[in-house]
């Protein structure tokens, strides 16, 4: 195929972004089959903070953001040494420009603690090459509720619809300004790719444009 050639001749940096239940692990996973390319995750698992954050946003949201942050500043670096092109699942960008910024405003992050976060993410950042191609996956939330449900995690089945929401309308915020790198915005509820032939050639075909 015309695309396994082109990521073979020259490494690349491509990221998925989007909501929560927007599909990128599984997107991640079809284009790394598809292309022999390695995936790098998002580290829910290894997050200590996580459930307690779930149960309880206003005492653990900064000290769960920090892990994040740390963590997700050492697979960036991880990725960029990685000798061949490298996918990644949610981005750097995503934990401050999304999350930490809604629970800021939300009032689970204090103003003190979020501009000594902010100062770091701006810090960490600029150290970092961004992606070749940022696919950003937009979703409903009444998508991304049913979705949520179907996989079943359960700090994930108490998470309110509004929530989803304030997210949503974070992540339309910040791709307005968006300019690290070229942006292809995939509509997934209405693309399926897994089966439907057309959506699959054309997803290829759009992916391979903007590299």
């Known amino acids: 195929m015309g695309g396994v050639s082109i990521f073979v001749a020259q490494k690349k940096f491509i990221a998925i972004a989007g909501n929560i239940g927007a599909g990128k692990t599984e997107l991640t996973t079809f284009l790394c089959k598809k292309y022999g390319l390695r995936p790098f995750f998002e580290p829910n698992d290894q997050n200590p903070y996580l459930e307690d954050f779930y149960r309880d946003m206003r005492t653990w949201a900064f000290r769960s953001q920090v892990f994040f942050l740390t963590h997700k500043f050492k697979l960036h670096r991880e990725l960029e040494r990685e000798k061949g092109t490298a996918l990644q699942d949610r981005t750097i960008y995503e934990d401050a420009e999304i999350f930490a910024k809604n629970l800021h405003r939300r009032g689970y992050i204090d103003k003190r603690d979020f501009r000594t976060y902010w100062e770091l993410y701006q810090s960490v950042s600029a150290a970092l090459c961004p992606p070749d191609l940022m696919i950003y996956l937009q979703c409903p939330v009444r998508t991304l509720k049913r979705r949520i449900l179907l996989r079943g ?40 790719y897994l089966t439907d032939l057309v959506d699959r050639a054309d997803l290829f075909r759009q992916i391979e444009k903007h590299l």
Request: charged share 30%.
């Open 153 to 192: 995690r359960p700090m994930e089945r108490e998470i309110p619809t509004s929530y989803l929401s304030r997210l949503n309308a974070l992540y339309e915020e910040w791709f307005e300004s968006y300019k690290l790198s070229p942006v292809l915005a995939l509509p997934t509820d209405k693309l399926d």
